[in-house]
C-alpha cells in the first residue's frame, strides 16, 4: 500500500525566513507521481509541482523550490523569503493509477504560519 | 465559469433527509474524483470516474451514491447520513493518461454537516 507521510503538523515562521517542508513515501511502483497542494483558509486545493520518479531534477519555481531524493522517498518543499500569504496547509501526495485516471494518497498536511 | 465548482457551499441536513452535492468542471477534462476531509485525518478518496465509467469506490458506506451524467458534471447523493459523515467534501477533476499521470484540479468543497 502506498503511504505519504508527512511528520510536521504545524510550522510557524517569521516573514522572510526560508522553510522547508518534509515529504518522505512508500510506493513499490517503479514509476510514480508527486505532487505538493496548497489549501489556504478558502479551502480549495491549489496545484503546485508535478514530478515524476524517473525526473530526479530539483525544481524552482519563484521563492518555492522542490528537493526530490528517489534514494531516501523524499520530496521536501521550500519557501524561501516566506510571505503572511504563504500561510496555509500544504499536502504532499503520491499517485498510483485508476484505470486511466489517478488516486492521489495525500499525508496529513503542515499547516504554515507565517506572521509579520 | 473557470475551474471547479462545487454546490452548495455549505450543507446543513438531519440524519433522514436527501441531498445532492453537485461538481463541475469548466476545464475540458475527463476524468472526477470526490474526496472527503474530516478534521485531523487526510483526505479520503471517495469515488473516481474516468470518461463517465466508475474506475474506484474506495469503500464508500452505501449512503453515498455518486453519478457522472457527463464529463462536465459530478453528483453525490446523499441519504440517511449519520454526524460522523459531517466534512468538507472536495470535487477535483483532471485529463487522463494511460501512460502518463496528470495532476487533478480541485473545487472549493462542500462543508456539511449532519445533525
Known amino acids: 500500500a502506498q503511504k505519504v507521510t508527512q511528520a510536521q503538523t504545524e510550522i510557524s515562521v517569521v516573514e522572510k525566513e526560508d522553510v522547508t517542508l518534509d515529504c518522505v513515501y512508500e510506493?513499490?511502483?517503479?514509476?510514480?507521481?508527486l505532487f505538493w497542494y496548497k489549501q489556504p483558509p478558502s479551502g480549495e486545493l491549489v496545484f503546485l509541482i508535478r514530478r515524476n520518479s524517473f525526473d530526479e531534477q530539483n525544481e524552482i519555481s519563484g521563492r518555492y523550490s522542490w528537493n526530490f531524493q528517489k534514494s531516501t522517498s523524499s520530496f521536501n518543499f521550500t519557501i524561501t523569503a516566506s510571505q503572511v500569504v504563504d500561510s496555509a496547509v500544504y499536502f504532499c501526495a503520491l499517485s498510483e493509477t485508476a484505470g486511466t485516471a489517478s488516486k492521489l494518497t495525500f499525508g496529513t498536511g503542515t499547516r504554515l504560519q507565517v506572521t509579520l | 465559469e473557470t475551474g471547479v465548482t462545487q454546490t452548495p457551499r455549505h450543507l446543513v441536513m438531519g440524519m433522514t433527509n436527501k441531498k445532492s452535492l453537485k461538481c463541475e468542471q469548466h476545464?475540458?477534462?475527463?476524468?472526477m474524483y470526490w474526496y472527503k476531509q474530516s478534521a485531523k485525518k487526510p483526505l479520503e478518496l471517495m469515488f473516481v470516474y474516468s470518461l463517465e465509467e466508475r474506475v474506484e469506490n474506495n469503500s464508500v458506506p452505501s449512503r453515498f451514491s455518486p453519478e457522472c451524467p457527463n464529463s462536465s458534471h459530478l453528483f453525490l447523493h446523499l441519504h440517511t447520513l449519520q454526524p460522523e459523515d459531517s466534512a468538507l467534501y472536495l470535487c477535483?477533476?483532471?485529463?487522463?493518461?494511460?501512460?502518463?499521470?496528470?495532476?487533478?484540479?480541485f473545487g472549493p468543497g462542500t462543508r456539511l454537516t449532519v445533525t
Open positions: 477535483a477533476s483532471s485529463l487522463t493518461g494511460t501512460a502518463y499521470t496528470y495532476e487533478q484540479y
Open positions: 510506493t513499490r511502483d517503479t514509476t510514480y507521481y
Open positions: 476545464l475540458g477534462h475527463n476524468a
